[in-house]
C-alpha cells in the first residue's frame, strides 16, 4: 500500500469508525509505528486535514463538526478539472512575480498549492513535469501593476493610469474605477469604468506604462452589468456599446473532429451538417479576435452571410497570399 492509498484509508476509517485507535490504524495498514506518525502528521500540517486525538477515547479522529464535512484529501484521484485548476493557478502565481514584489503575498499561498500537488518540494516539482499545462503566446503583467491594481479593486479606490493603446501607438491618461481582472489566452487584463470616456473599458495589464493609486472612492458597476456589456461579444474584444452580430462558420468534415468539441462562447449555437460538415454560430459585437480564430482554421472554414467579415477576412488572406507569392 502506497502512501496515498494510506492517506485514502485514514480517511475512511476515520470518517467509518469516529474514534480510531493507534494501534487500530497500525494493524489496518500494515506501516511501522513511524510511518503511521509521518502519514497523520503530514495529513494535518500539510494538508490541513483537521484529524486530533482524543485522550479519553484514546484514539484519532475528525475534529468536531468536520465528520459532517467530507474529508477529501488529493492525491491520485484527482480530478481533470481540479488538477487543471491546481496547476493554473500555481502557474499563473508563479509568472506574476517577475521582479519579487509580490513573493510574500504569493509565497504561501504557492506552498499551500505545492502540499496538495506532493509530498515536499521535489515530489510537487515531479508532478509538474509530469502533467504540463502549456501557456503559448503569454504576456506578461508587471508585478508592480497587478499589486497595485489587484489592492485598487478590493479597497474600492479610483486609479491613475498611463496606458499605451497598441491601436494607435500612442499613450493615453485615464482615470478609472478598478471592476474586475480577467485572465484571457494567459494575458491579464483589468475591466474598469474609465471616468474620461464615462463608459465601460478594458485594458491590458501588460499596456500599462504607471499606475497611481488614488484615494477617491471607485464607482461601482454591477456584474451582471459587465457581463452584459464586455462579456456578450467575441473574447477579449467585447466592443462596449457596439451591436451584437452573430457569425455562422461552416467547418469541413475533417476539422469538424476538433471543433466539435470546442467552445468558442457560452452563448454558441451548432449544429451537424448533412454531409458531415460542422456549422458554428457564434456573438461578436468587434470581429478582432474572431477573424483571428477563424485564419487560424485555414481552409477548413468558410464564413457564411456576414458579408463584411467575409470581406475582411478575404482581404487578410488576399494580403497574406502575396507575402508567399
Not at 83 to 106: C, E, F, K, P, Y
Not at 277 to 289: A, F, I, M, W
Amino acid at each position: 500500500m502506497d502512501r496515498t492509498e494510506r492517506f485514502y484509508k485514514i480517511e475512511l476509517l476515520l470518517r467509518g469508525r469516529g474514534c480510531v485507535s493507534f494501534d487500530t490504524l497500525l494493524a489496518e495498514l500494515g506501516v511501522s509505528r513511524a510511518t503511521l506518525k509521518r502519514d497523520l502528521q503530514y495529513l494535518r500540517d500539510r494538508l490541513a486535514a483537521p484529524i486530533v486525538y482524543d485522550r479519553f477515547d484514546n484514539g484519532y479522529r475528525f475534529e468536531a463538526g468536520a465528520e459532517r464535512q467530507r474529508q477529501e484529501l488529493p492525491g491520485v484521484w484527482f480530478s481533470e478539472q481540479e488538477i487543471h485548476a491546481l496547476l493554473t493557478m500555481h502557474q499563473l502565481l508563479a509568472g506574476l512575480d517577475d521582479d519579487g514584489v509580490l513573493s510574500r503575498h504569493l509565497q504561501p499561498l504557492l506552498d499551500k498549492l505545492q502540499g496538495m500537488l506532493g509530498a515536499d518540494e521535489l515530489e510537487a516539482r515531479e508532478l509538474m513535469r509530469r502533467v504540463k499545462v502549456i501557456a503559448p503566446a503569454r504576456r506578461r503583467a508587471p508585478s508592480r501593476h497587478f499589486e497595485l491594481l489587484g489592492s485598487a479593486l478590493v479597497q474600492r479606490r479610483r486609479v491613475w493610469l498611463r496606458y499605451f493603446k497598441r491601436s494607435d501607438r500612442r499613450e493615453s491618461v485615464r482615470e478609472v474605477s478598478p471592476q474586475r481582472l480577467v485572465n484571457h489566452r494567459n494575458t491579464w487584463y483589468l475591466d474598469a469604468w474609465c471616468h474620461a470616456s464615462e463608459g465601460l473599458r478594458r485594458f491590458a495589464l501588460d499596456a500599462v506604462v504607471e499606475a497611481k493609486a488614488l484615494e477617491t472612492r471607485a464607482r461601482q458597476v454591477a456584474v451582471k452589468d459587465l457581463e452584459a456589456e464586455l462579456d456578450a461579444g467575441y473574447g477579449i474584444y467585447g466592443g462596449p456599446g457596439a451591436k451584437l452580430k452573430w457569425a455562422t462558420l461552416r467547418f469541413s468534415a475533417e476539422a469538424a473532429q476538433w471543433v466539435a468539441h470546442e467552445e468558442w462562447h457560452a452563448q454558441q449555437r451548432a449544429r451537424w451538417l448533412d454531409d458531415g460538415r460542422y456549422e458554428l454560430q457564434v456573438p461578436y459585437s468587434d470581429s478582432t479576435e474572431l477573424i483571428m480564430d477563424i485564419l487560424r482554421h485555414g481552409d477548413s472554414v468558410q464564413v457564411v452571410g456576414d458579408k463584411a467579415l467575409v470581406a475582411s477576412i478575404g482581404e487578410r488572406l488576399r494580403n497574406a497570399a502575396r507575402l508567399y507569392a
